[in-house]
């Protein structure tokens, strides 16, 4: 059974630092992974899809590494900012749809 | 406004009461997902639909919840007899007709639901 973990469980930074956040997964035999930004009480908003041929995925400010064979996948966050304040996700595609980590609560504070 | 829609976004009921819940996926999306989040969990999943066949259930899915989706666009997950337990946050998904499972999945913004 895949179990996808989160660490840290929350992150508290000041404005403008660079952070990284950790995912990993029990089963490497994965088709994706993606991860997800949540708003307190809202939705999930995709923000990066690496397929599992894949190494990396960039988009804007974020960075989202895989490496399948040891199970981790890093989300790298440059120049954090206020808006960054969310909950992030990790989910992993199998031979079931996503399996999801218990996510990373991050405050960026001003 | 293409993205995907659920509704009701809030619903409060008594306990053993019966509630439905719908979800409209972005259109020409054939595949439909549906997740419950309880508070500082992630999503876990519950069923998923290919069109109008339901492929997949979990275990978490009791005989008092059933899923449908009649044409294979929009779906309903209804709870019979609601208990406490079932307070959470229902997601919806959907995903674009491509092969496998691998594909990414575009929420809702969720139905919440408090059981009192």
């Known amino acids: 059974k895949q179990e996808v973990t989160q660490i840290p469980a929350a992150l508290s930074v000041p404005e403008g630092e660079n952070l990284v956040l950790n995912c990993s997964f029990t089963d490497s035999a994965i088709y994706n992974l993606q991860w997800f930004r949540q708003d307190p009480g809202k939705g999930l908003t995709s923000l990066l899809l690496i397929q599992s041929s894949q190494r990396e995925q960039t988009s804007g400010r974020l960075n989202a590494s895989l490496d399948k064979s040891s199970g981790r996948s890093t989300l790298y966050i440059a120049a954090s900012q206020p808006g960054d304040s969310a909950t992030y996700l990790c989910a992993v595609a199998g031979n079931t749809p996503l399996v999801f980590g218990k996510g990373t609560r991050l405050s960026v504070i001003a | 406004d293409t993205g995907v829609s659920q509704d009701p976004r809030h619903k409060i009921t008594k306990r053993g009461q019966n509630v439905t819940f719908r979800c409209d996926p972005i259109?020409?999306?054939?595949?439909l997902y549906w997740y419950r989040q309880t508070l500082g969990q992630g999503p876990e999943f519950l069923t998923y639909?290919?069109?109008?066949?339901?492929?997949?259930k979990s275990r978490l899915l009791s005989d008092r919840f059933s899923a449908e989706r009649p044409k294979g666009s929009f779906s309903t997950l209804e709870i019979q007899r609601t208990e406490q337990g079932d307070s959470a946050m229902y997601l919806c998904?959907?995903?674009?007709?491509?092969?496998?499972?691998?594909?990414?999945?575009?929420f809702g913004p969720g139905t919440r639901l408090t059981v009192l």
């Open positions: 998904a959907s995903s674009p007709p491509t092969s496998g499972v691998a594909n990414e999945q575009f």
């Open positions: 259109s020409e999306h054939n595949r």
């Open positions: 639909f290919q069109n109008e066949a339901q492929l997949e």
